[in-house]
């Protein structure tokens, strides 16, 4: 999780129902604090959860067995259609990462975007 007081920058990302994130590939340094202000356009709800291929993947198995959990971690923010929000995260190593959103279905139908931290 990041401080909302160090934010570097803030990357606008939109979600909609053709299963895709706008941008679907985000750059970001090691050491940056960064702002995502997320946006659903779409009709269905929809989330951002942001981790590795395998941490994500775990998650949305255990969605698909559980489709009625709700979940608030930090990583991650679930919206309704039309609604707004934002994760704060300071992304400490360069490496690849993505994110998801792991409805049951949406991750499977492309909805994955990448995330490239570098040094």
């Known amino acids: 999780p990041g401080d909302p007081?160090?934010?570097?920058?803030?990357i606008d990302v939109q979600m909609d129902d053709t299963m895709r994130?706008?941008?679907?590939?985000v750059q970001v340094k090691a050491g940056e604090t960064i702002k995502f202000?997320?946006?659903?356009k779409g009709k269905l709800p929809?989330?951002?959860?942001?981790?590795?291929?395998?941490?994500?993947?775990?998650h949305a198995e255990m969605m698909r067995k559980?489709?009625?959990m709700k979940h608030?971690?930090?990583?991650?923010?679930n919206l309704d259609a039309g609604q707004r929000g934002a994760i704060v995260w300071t992304f400490d190593k360069p490496g690849?990462?993505?994110?998801?959103?792991?409805?049951?279905g949406h991750k499977e139908a492309g909805m994955v975007g990448q995330l490239a931290v570098q040094p």
């Open 37 to 40: 202000q997320v946006v659903n």
């Open 21 to 25: 994130f706008t941008p679907a590939q």
């Open 5 to 10: 007081a160090k934010v570097s920058r803030t």
């Open 96 to 104: 690849s990462f993505s994110f998801a959103c792991l409805i049951p």
């Open 66 to 68: 559980m489709p009625d």
């Open 72 to 77: 608030a971690e930090s990583n991650q923010i």
């Open 46 to 58: 929809h989330e951002m959860v942001i981790g590795n291929m395998k941490e994500l993947d775990a």
